[in-house]
């Protein structure tokens, strides 16, 4: 698969959020306004693509060394380090969305989509560019379905008065199993 259809693919049919259902906390949790979305989306896309891009070479000198053993905790080192430094950055530089983050923020470092992403590439075995195109495209995908879901949750407080068992985050859930079943439709595409 070259790099241009693997970006395709895990942004549609092997969508991260939408077809693996990963990282659903801070997606339900931050998806209430389009503008908290996308600046979440955003700040995953960094994280993920970044630690990506540094954990391959470090899984490749692991692998050298005969020490893979230890991946898992240097890949969840190597998150927080880049949380960390993200976190340090929208303080000093847009504290408005660091403070609409709220505690959101620091749970990138556990949220399952950064360390999959790393997972992924070592059992797929990518080498360095497939992995950034990868990781790239997978936070993108994540991207989307957050911005999505807040767009929907958007239009629904403006047009919908759901029952009061749906209200809230109860209407996500099924939001997000509509938008999973279309997102299949693309599977076969690539």
């Known amino acids: 698969m070259n790099a241009f259809e693997l970006f395709i693919s895990s942004i549609l049919n092997n969508n991260i959020a939408l077809v693996f259902i990963l990282g659903m906390c801070p997606l339900i949790a931050i998806s209430t306004n389009v503008k908290n979305a996308r600046g979440m989306g955003i700040a995953v896309v960094f994280v993920v693509t970044i630690t990506a891009m540094i954990n391959w070479p470090i899984y490749q000198l692991l692998v050298a060394t005969n ?6 905790i240097v890949f969840i080192i190597t998150i927080a380090a880049t949380v960390q430094f993200l976190e340090i950055f929208l303080e000093r530089f847009i504290p408005k969305l660091y403070n609409a983050f ?4 620091p749970l990138i470092t556990v949220n399952c989509v950064v360390l999959a992403v790393s997972l992924f590439f070592v059992n797929r075995d990518y080498n360095f560019v497939q992995t950034t195109t990868f990781a790239f495209g997978s936070s993108v995908g994540w991207l989307l379905a957050i911005v999505l879901v807040a767009a929907l949750r958007e239009k629904m407080r403006q047009i919908s008065n759901p029952p009061h068992g749906l209200r809230g985050k109860a209407i996500v859930f099924f939001m997000l199993g509509i938008l999973a079943l279309a997102f299949m439709g693309f599977t076969g595409l690539v």
């Open 67 to 72: 020490t893979t053993y230890v991946s898992y």
């Open 102 to 105: 709220g505690i959101f923020l």
